[in-house]
């Protein structure tokens, strides 16, 4: 038989409240644990959307539209694209073949297939489906931010913010993306 005496057992408390005080955000210790499990949440969140194509709740993000569309030279960043109009006569052209601007080149590429064409087009529709890449600018620029509780993931920028809530608004996807699965917030724990 063990008789364990309450000096003893005050000593294990106040030990054990020490420990897990080290784990506070506000110190050194729990600052460096929370932040190192937000840069493996962030990682795993870019995996998820950038390469899977997976919201928040693990349906796919989306499709891209079909719609046809103009993309203009400025939008196409600088990709092989070059400017070409609608199909005409059996060829797709990068001047107008008629009317006032008959002979001048073409500020946009027309994708009849919409933005879906235009991705894979440029390569850069490897999923068939929504993954919010396309130059890895935005999730580039994606980093850890301190907040009162130890550190967040989110953009520094307001534009960069704005963008990433228009994606999950009901004008665009109409989901939350950049929010943990159940199960980055159980890894997390």
Request: glycine share 10%; net charge positive.
């Amino acid at each position: 038989m063990i008789l364990i005496d309450i000096q003893t057992m005050e000593r294990g408390i106040n030990n054990s409240i020490r420990k897990l005080n080290l784990l506070h955000p506000d110190n050194d210790t729990g600052s460096r644990i929370i932040r190192e499990v937000a840069l493996n949440y962030m990682a795993e969140m870019r995996d998820r959307i950038q390469n899977r194509g997976k919201a928040s709740d693990g349906s796919d993000i989306g499709k891209y539209s079909t719609k046809p569309t103009y993309i203009s030279i400025d939008q196409m960043d600088g990709r092989k694209l070059k400017p070409e109009g609608k199909e005409f006569k059996g060829k797709r052209r990068s001047t107008f073949a008629s009317g006032k601007k008959k002979g001048k080149p073409h500020s946009s590429r027309y994708f009849e297939d919409g933005y879906e064409q235009y991705k894979t087009e440029a390569g850069r529709n490897t999923l068939g489906k929504v993954n919010l890449t396309f130059t890895g600018q935005f999730f580039n620029q994606m980093q850890l931010l301190p907040v009162p509780q130890g550190w967040g993931v989110g953009w520094s920028g307001a534009e960069l913010l704005a963008r990433a809530k228009k994606f999950e608004s009901s004008k665009m996807y109409g989901k939350d993306i950049f929010e943990p699965t159940k199960q980055e917030r159980e890894r997390a724990v």
